[in-house]
């Protein structure tokens, strides 16, 4: 069965049975702490009839998700459950355990996710970072650490995606082929190369920029010596000003009166305020972030880095216009 649509479709698990609690196991959770008692009494306050159904692993009779309340039935001094089964190998049911409780009910913390994803690197050493993040509740960069760190990590040549479509996981070879379709269509959009070769928007916005400065676009160190890319670059001289001092140019932007004057140009000048960062600003920023959000703080650095370079190399190739432009715009994202 595709694992992938386990828990986003109850078609998936389609009959609903009435089983007895005693027959139930446990241990496929991956929780650290089994059981949160508070949980179970918030729940056992709420009548069973309007709780969803617990899943279970049918060979095993193992709770996959539910174990509150089961725990919170046995509290109201019920005898059954009302169940739905799952008939996947044990492997597929500790994955189908992870998605149902990543987010719902008493969502796992970070460190809950992160050890979980750890053990779906062993379970399935063919599935992507991505794959696997999707389904932990983490960004694909933390996995692939957690790939790095995991020990006897069986790796293969190829992974699978959420797509369900196999990728090379040679990362070299595929920014290559990002820097190759990049060469051929310059203006085509991070995410649909991201897309085409498997690789994070991130990365692929890494490749543009070093095609931009006339570089390899795989780092040094991480390139099969054996191949060559034959990537044709832009030449490093179209990464104007490399040492721009950004606080000198937005004070030069905010003196223009063709900017002052209008409130599209202020607009622009808002925005750009807006994501001035300094060396100590940023500092800052790093130390007052949870823990447990900086994840996800960096995937929106990341996508707002991809947005904003765009925007440099759409304003680099526009020819001369009119101000402000007479198009009509559209809602500030």
């Not at 078609?11 to 991956?30: T, Y």
């Not at 919170?72 to 049911?93: I, K």
């Not at 979980?116 to 933390?142: E, Q």
């Not at 949870?290 to 947005?307: F, G, I, K, N, T």
């Amino acid at each position: 069965m595709q694992i992938a649509h386990t828990v986003s479709k109850e078609s998936d698990c389609p009959d609903v049975a009435e089983v007895d609690l005693s027959e139930l196991r446990f241990g496929l959770s991956p929780r650290f702490r089994e059981e949160d008692t508070d949980h179970t009494r918030a729940l056992a306050e709420i009548a069973a009839e309007l709780l969803p159904p617990i899943v279970v692993h049918r060979p095993s009779m193992t709770v996959v998700d539910g174990l509150h309340r089961s725990r919170a039935a046995l509290l109201r001094g019920e005898r059954t459950v009302r169940v739905r089964f799952f008939d996947g190998t044990p492997e597929e049911a500790f994955l189908l355990s992870v998605r149902a409780n990543r987010a719902h009910g008493l969502p796992l913390s970070l460190s809950e996710r992160k050890a979980a994803a750890a053990r779906l690197i062993m379970m399935f050493p063919d599935r992507s970072d991505r794959s696997i993040a999707g389904s932990a509740g983490l960004s694909d960069k933390t996995v692939a650490r957690l790939r790095r760190t995991t020990a006897d990590d069986p790796r293969s040549n190829t992974r699978l995606g959420a797509d369900d479509r196999r990728r090379p996981a040679d990362g070299a070879e595929r920014r290559r082929r990002a820097a190759r379709l990049l060469a051929l269509e310059p203006r085509t959009s991070l995410r649909r190369v991201a897309g085409e070769v498997g690789l994070s928007p991130a990365t692929v916005l890494d490749v543009r920029r070093r095609l931009a400065r006339g570089e390899d676009p795989v780092p040094a160190g991480s390139a099969r010596p054996q191949v060559r890319t034959g990537v044709p670059c832009r030449p490093a001289a179209a990464r104007r000003n490399p040492s721009l001092d950004p606080r000198a140019a937005l004070q030069q932007l905010r003196n223009d009166p063709a900017l002052r004057s209008s409130e599209a140009g202020r607009e622009l000048l808002r925005r750009l305020h807006a994501q001035l960062l300094t060396g100590g600003r940023l500092n800052d920023l790093i130390a007052d972030c949870p823990p447990h959000c900086r994840d996800r703080v960096a995937d929106l650095a990341e996508s707002y880095a991809e947005q904003w370079w765009a925007l440099a190399d759409r304003l680099r190739t526009a020819r001369l216009g009119s101000w402000p432009h007479p198009a009509k715009r559209g809602n500030a994202s």
